[in-house]
């Protein structure tokens, strides 16, 4: 395990609060530093996970800061946005269809439908007829001993 200075740390730790995986981490700090450290070294720094005991508080309380200011501003890249997606396949399609390329334009009409028809979202919206609540009938015992019944009858 190399020892590691404190700026090493820090670095560390926030690409970790950023949701980067160690064997990302492990590469950016052998590209920026030039040493080399293991996965398990790196993940021994994200005290959300099991096999990090003893992470110094103050890493601890950094980690929790740029996790809250990562996911704060994630709203603000683009890409997060369904806008902005949209506005990126109409200038694909635009292209596409001046190259000619029929085979394209069918999926980025695709991509677009899906995109603003909610596909890629997690949100699901389950009503009953005409939009109203879901209507919950109760059975009785006997109801379904009769249904199996008539069932049987005509077959």
Do not use: W
């Given at each position: 395990?190399?020892?590691?200075?404190?700026?090493?740390?820090?670095?560390?730790?926030?690409?970790l609060?950023?949701?980067?995986?160690?064997?990302?981490?492990?590469?950016?700090?052998?590209?920026?530093?030039?040493?080399?450290?293991?996965r398990?070294?790196?993940?021994?720094?994200?005290?959300?996970?099991?096999?990090?005991?003893?992470?110094?508080?103050?890493?601890?309380?950094?980690?929790?800061?740029?996790?809250?200011?990562?996911?704060?501003?994630?709203?603000?890249?683009?890409?997060?946005?369904?806008?902005?997606?949209?506005?990126?396949?109409q200038?694909?399609?635009d292209?596409?269809?001046?190259?000619g390329?029929?085979?394209?334009?069918?999926?980025?009409?695709?991509?677009?439908?899906?995109?603003?028809?909610?596909?890629f979202?997690n949100?699901?919206?389950?009503?009953g007829?005409?939009?109203?609540?879901?209507?919950?009938?109760?059975?009785?015992?006997?109801?379904?001993?009769?249904?199996?019944?008539?069932?049987?009858?005509?077959?």
């Amino acid at each position: 395990m190399a020892a590691l200075t404190e700026e090493q740390k820090v670095f560390i730790v926030q690409a970790l609060a950023c949701f980067d995986s160690p064997a990302t981490v492990a590469a950016a700090v052998k590209e920026h530093f030039g040493i080399i450290v293991s996965r398990q070294q790196v993940e021994s720094y994200d005290h959300t996970k099991a096999c990090a005991k003893g992470v110094a508080k103050k890493l601890v309380a950094l980690f929790n800061e740029t996790r809250e200011r990562f996911l704060k501003d994630a709203a603000a890249v683009p890409v997060a946005r369904q806008v902005y997606r949209l506005r990126v396949l109409q200038r694909a399609l635009d292209k596409a269809e001046k190259q000619g390329n029929a085979a394209m334009v069918l999926q980025i009409l695709e991509q677009a439908a899906k995109e603003s028809g909610g596909v890629f979202t997690n949100r699901r919206e389950l009503t009953g007829a005409g939009g109203g609540p879901i209507q919950q009938q109760s059975v009785t015992p006997e109801q379904v001993a009769a249904e199996v019944r008539r069932v049987r009858e005509d077959y």
